[in-house]
């Protein structure tokens, strides 16, 4: 990857959401192009009769706007190109990640797939599975629609592989009614967390939800929590540069004070059993009062039933160490092609054109929170919800932060990582068990 640190490049990023979000200048790589063009680097040819391209992605739910948004693409692109059909392949984030490990393994990606930045995707580059968009991203302007920095990310040896649709914080959702019926404030403090958890439930109102199913959303979390006890980013850095093991006590306070919020009660009976989707529409039909998570909530939040009552904030305080305006950084998922495609041409010509109208078709439907892409519009006067702004605002205070564990740490490591901490969901554990667990699978897979 080129050579640029973690905070600078998100930090860069989100400061682009932010001042974009306030009106700043146009930006043409945002309107619909009249007609596709070919992609970069041969001569235009006749076009193949009834090409099918295979678009795997994470846009399951319905009530996502992503969803519509990618439907409503792939339907304008159909009807200028009646000769192509687009594949739908729509998996939550787990069904899609074990679908794409099966798939690689037999060298049959789909044409177009999924994958996460840095640490996740290399594997896939190193084996030659996806193809360089350089010369996709160089037609009409569409590199200069990303956010500086966010596309070293999904660099390897100054080749680009993926097209990210996102660029996040990790966030606090919480219900006013609920905290208002419970006489809840907002938590300023871990503590003061675990103890709204109590008082939520005194009053028989669950506080927080997950989809545990999918295992990153519970890592995710962890690594919130991580991100303080450590007294600041880099954790898992410290551990590959030999610096720290995972017995040091910033990982154990970690895992004694995830478990803390876990025994206290705060998520919903078998949170193992429900996935990604069933977890978050625990929240978005009123039905839990907290919901830890990645700032692309935002958009399906919005558009729920409990729009006008939700706000979010910072993950606070752990044991008073720790600065709140520290976040989960999350570069986010992103599009990339199979360098086996029978159709590369014709799949990058798509790819073009999605990521060039996805921009302009997500702020339609208040789906524009958190874009990898600079977004040319004022949110305000479209009609975005006070939660909505006050995302936006959080972007403004972003100090730096860590990136998830399985995308800084190897597979093999980062596998065993996410099956130890959703075993704490089924049962409590000696925080040095936890930790000599994380060891054993980081001694065992670092090389």
Known sequence: MKKKTALQAVIAGTLAVSLTACGAGGNKGTESTPSPTPAAGGNETKKADNITITFQNIYPDPTDPKNGVMKKIVADYQAKNPNIKVELDSLN???????????????EVPDITVVNPAAQMKPFVDAGLFAPLNDMVAQNGLKDTFQSGILDWYTFNNN??????????????????????AGVEVPKTFEEMVDAVKKLKAKNIQ??????????TGSFLFMNILLRTNGGPGFLQSVVDGKKTFTDAAFTDAVDSFQDLVQAGAFQEGATSFDYNAGENLFKTGKAAMYFMGTWATGGIETSSVNGKVGVFKFPTVKGKGNPDEFMLAPGSAFAISANSKHLKETKDFLNYFMLNFPKEAFAVKGAVGLAQKVDGDFKAAGYSDMAMEVLNLF?????????????MNPGTSQGHLTSIQNLFVQKKNSQDVAKEHQTAYETNKK
């Open 93 to 107: 984030t787990d069904q899609q990640k074990l679908k794409l490990k099966t798939q690689a393994a037999s060298k």
């Open 160 to 181: 680009i592989y993926a097209l990210p649709d996102g660029n996040n914080i990790g966030v606090v959702y919480y219900n006013k009614d609920l905290f208002q019926q």
């Open 207 to 216: 506080p927080f939800t997950i989809g545990e199913k999918d295992s990153w």
């Open 396 to 408: 403004k205070q972003v100090k730096g932060g860590d990136l998830a564990f399985d995308n800084t």
